[in-house]
């Protein structure tokens, strides 16, 4: 490779990344935005805020005090309405067995029902909990799914709507954008190029 | 050496690749999957003389070899540093071409980034042969065939095994992660074969690939996996597809020469051992390059000689390495490999084919010939309707083929038009055959359940076209940009990467992927992982253990018969075993459940009634069983009340009444009066 076509791609890579910082900039705004106006706030959500389905409470002769349920079979839901500007949810439950897949899914303004494709998977925080990204999603619903196998029983400890988020989490790339960080430069700086190379001269 | 065997072994491939292009003057990215197709025949050889240990480190020795000869250049009468460094620029300037980089990048990226996520098998194939198979040859130092473990496919082809096993021959035990990172370094050579283009062109080849590398996305019907598990799978399949189309590709690249056939000649032997199947993709391309070198430069006497040499000289090592296999497993592991059929029925590929051909004339045989009418209707349709890329159905994928071709064809210098025109025909008839095959496969091996609802079908029919696929636009990628409108052809290239991205963006980005897998899924794959690693101490291979959790979906007992060190005992499904007009047939995995029918235990067990796969089983009945069979070993991975109550006895201490902290082993100890159930080593049920 010439020097030039390093140089090319430097400032692609360059460019990418100031992109990238403005978006992050540009989220971290709208958060605060948010945050002002209340949409953004964080909230805890009980039991009795979800409608459940293919879940029933669970009796823990161990844990008396505890609120516990079961899901019927592998598609247990709990689906809350409202609106909010969501960063960070966190879904405070612990599984009694493994429960495989747990999700969440989110509607946007205007839509009525759930899709496949708005959905975000749950990472396991210390404390044994899970934790969905949303990173800026203006929803008018969520369905969280507890597990994916059914008759897993599950203690019950809350459900927190823009959980605290250290700003600096926001400038790490989920992978889908980090694949798009690698692969999207690299692109553009070869379309230039041919284009160069078409028009018989360099870049 | 916990990640470091995986790169090592890629540093090595890197050497012979380079080495190689040094020594015939060719572009390094075509080498190395020729190195990789090399390399899985010799540990084959190595590992059919039971010696694959030794065929791993001379394969290192060797690499090593390669790597100090790429390194020392220049003339004999300069010093040993002048030699290094013009040995290693030498290196280096063959390396900075496109699809070399390429291969080089991606392998590196999938090794890290698996290394760090460490993802692991999940699907159900993998546990039934491809990912076990895997794991017994890593393990054992053996060829899964005659390796110790519980798998019955052990006829299965090696190929992908010893891909796995070369990136992890020099680790400690077996990483599911590793495997997975070897597979997808396999299709990064495939890639580097798609883009091998001259330095000054990198643009054309990152803009074509970017389309190529989608094709394993563009071939998943849309909404048919939110969760993507392309490159995170140890099934053959998606190599199989690629692999056809790179040796195409690599075929189309490389400088015409007899000496360059036998690169690809070495691809297309690991094509045959990627698994069954493997012979038929590996034949029809050598039938497809035979045609092309019988027309292409001309169509004349001396180049059809040439075309039934090339035909020739690919096709008998394809099939000899197949029938070789064929001969091996029967004389190491004693299974007849050369019958079609399920647990039902058997047949030889002989009657296969001559049945089925006179089903076409309508004079096959009568039991068979309902089912085939049922199944070609059902294949028609499903050509026809059935969606099994982004595009639709194969029909769809069929007018895109020939939109690819037809711009090729276009756009390709004069003297050059026939080879896509006749590659497209060759390859639409070799399609032909291939489906006709697999309607055979579906009336003469499998079950009538699977048979009817065509089993599978987008992934075999979907593996083919997108091999195909990727050859043509291999084809494009080269003709057009030498034609008579160069520009043009470039951007006939470009664009149908365009549009391939288009439809991804449009229809096929899944929810998650190789780079953001949900973790949680592998849950249940772990804490069967933890709890057999708990029992293994006290198990040997000779074992038999007899593995209850009720309500198991037969999940678990998978999950067990790949993570435990001793033989998985088959149950029994019906009722009354112990009595003598007894309804019992072998299953692999069993739920007990209540044989007593009065009210009082029907309300009692009433939730057994959700169970999947259950065998009523009184006391009596799990004791003949074990007597009939002689198994060892129980696991008792979950219980239930009505394993407590009405197995409790048999327990010399207390077993839980519901879900426990660990999976508990047992000894049967049978006197032959009173069976009793001792337990075995340190993890011990504290009520």
């Known amino acids: ?203 | 050496m916990n990640w470091g065997d995986g790169l090592l072994a890629l540093l090595g491939i890197c050497a012979f690749s380079l080495l190689w292009a040094r020594k015939w003057e060719l572009n390094a990215a075509l080498l190395p999957l020729p190195v990789l197709g090399a390399s899985v025949v010799w540990l084959w050889l190595f590992g059919m003389a039971d010696q694959l240990a030794l065929g791993g480190w001379l394969w290192f020795a060797g690499a090593a070899a390669a790597l100090c000869l790429l390194l020392v250049g220049g003339h004999k009468g300069q010093s040993l540093p002048a030699r290094l460094k013009a040995g290693g620029l030498d290196a280096l300037h063959r390396a900075a071409v496109p699809g070399f980089v390429f291969f080089v990048g991606a392998a590196l990226f999938f090794w890290i980034l698996f290394a760090l996520t460490q993802p692991m098998f999940i699907r159900w194939d993998e546990f039934t042969f491809w990912g076990t198979a895997c794991k017994m040859t890593k393990e054992a130092n053996q060829l899964h065939a005659v390796a110790p473990g519980n798998l019955s496919a052990r006829a299965y082809l090696p190929g992908m095994m010893l891909v796995s096993y070369l990136f992890q021959f020099l680790g400690v035990g077996f990483a599911e992660w590793k495997t997975l990172a070897a597979y997808d370094i396999l299709a990064a050579a495939v890639f580097a074969a798609f883009a091998a283009q001259e330095k000054k062109r990198w643009p054309f080849a990152v803009l074509t690939l970017a389309g190529a590398v989608l094709l394993p996305y563009l071939f998943t019907p849309a909404g048919d996996e939110t969760v993507s598990t392309i490159h995170l799978t140890a099934m053959g399949d998606l190599s199989l597809g690629l692999v056809f189309g790179g040796v195409l590709c690599l075929y189309f690249r490389l400088p015409r020469s007899p000496k360059n056939l036998t690169l690809v000649g070495l691809s297309l032997l690991l094509l045959t051992l990627i698994k069954d199947m493997g012979m038929a993709y590996a034949l029809i391309a050598a039938a497809l390059i035979a045609l092309d070198i019988l027309i292409y430069p001309r169509l004349c006497l001396p180049s059809l000689g040439r075309a039934a040499a090339a035909g020739i000289g690919l096709g008998v090592p394809v099939a000899a390495a197949y029938l070789g296999w064929s001969r091996y497993v029967l004389a190491a592991a004693d299974i007849e490999k050369n019958v079609v059929g399920n647990s039902e029925k058997s047949y030889g590929y002989g009657y296969m084919f001559t049945d089925g051909l006179k089903q076409f004339l309508g004079r096959g045989s009568e039991e068979n010939a309902e089912k085939f009418n049922t199944v070609l209707g059902l294949m028609k349709n499903a050509l026809v309707h059935t969606p099994l890329s982004l595009a639709g159905s194969a029909l769809a994928v069929l007018a895109a083929l020939a939109a690819v071709l037809g711009l090729c064809l276009v756009m390709a210098p004069a003297g050059q038009r026939r080879r896509p025109a006749l590659f497209g025909l060759a390859g639409l008839g070799a399609f032909g055959a291939f489906v006709l095959f697999h309607l055979l496969l579906y009336v003469y091996s499998f079950s009538d359940r699977e048979a009817l609802i065509l089993k599978d079908y987008e992934r075999y029919i979907g593996t083919y076209l997108m091999g195909w696929m990727m050859a043509s636009l291999g084809l494009l990628g080269l003709l057009a940009p030498e034609g008579r409108w160069p520009r043009l052809g470039q951007g006939a290239g470009i664009l149908c990467s365009g549009a391939m991205a288009l439809v991804f963006c449009l229809k096929g980005v899944p929810s998650a992927g190789f780079w953001n897998y949900p973790h949680e899924n592998y849950a249940v794959r772990q804490e069967v992982a933890y709890r057999a690693s708990l029992v293994n101490p006290e198990l040997d291979w000779d074992d038999e253990v007899l593995l209850i959790s009720q309500g198991d979906d037969a999940t678990r007992w998978y999950y067990y018969s790949y993570e435990l060190n001793a033989q998985l005992a088959h149950g029994f499904g019906g009722f009354g075993y112990a009595e003598e007009d007894d309804w019992a047939w072998e299953t692999t995995f069993m739920t007990l459940v209540s044989p007593y029918q009065d009210e009082y235990n029907k309300e009692f067990y009433a939730y057994q009634s959700e169970y999947q796969y259950t065998a009523e089983c009184s006391r009596d009945d799990l004791v003949a069983f074990l007597r009939d069979t002689g198994y060892g070993y129980i696991l008792l991975d979950q219980s239930d009340k009505y394993v407590y109550y009405e197995f409790g006895p048999l327990f010399t201490e207390k077993v839980p009444i519901d879900r426990a902290d660990a999976a508990y082993l047992y000894k049967v100890v049978d006197d032959g009066v009173e069976m009793r159930f001792e337990p075995v080593g340190e993890v011990r049920y504290v009520s």
């Open chain 1, 1 to 203: 490779m010439s020097l030039k076509t390093g140089r090319l791609l430097a400032l692609c890579y360059a460019a990418a990344l100031a992109l990238w910082l403005l978006v992050v900039g540009a989220g971290a705004v709208q958060t605060a935005y948010y945050r002002h106006t209340g949409l953004g706030a964080t909230e805890s959500l009980g039991l009795e805020d979800f409608t459940l389905t293919s879940i029933k409470d669970y009796e823990n002769e161990d844990d008396p005090e505890g609120t516990w349920f079961v899901s019927t079979d592998s598609d247990p839901q709990m689906i809350w309405e409202g609106k909010a500007y969501l960063n960070r949810v966190v879904l405070k439950i612990r599984h009694e067995k493994p429960g495989n897949g747990v999700e969440l899914y989110y509607r946007l303004g205007g839509q009525e029902q759930f899709s496949e494709k708005q959905v975000v998977y749950a990472k396991q925080t210390p404390e044994g909990w899970y934790s969905f990204d949303l990173r800026g999603k203006k929803v008018s619903g969520l369905r969280l799914d507890p597990d994916s196998l059914g008759g897993v029983p599950t203690r019950f400890e809350g459900v927190e709507l823009n959980a605290p988020w250290p700003w600096w989490k926001r400038l790490i790339p989920t992978g889908a954008e980090a694949l798009l960080l690698v692969g999207l430069p690299l692109g553009v700086a070869a379309l230039l190029r041919q284009i160069a190379q078409w028009q018989g001269k360099e870049l």
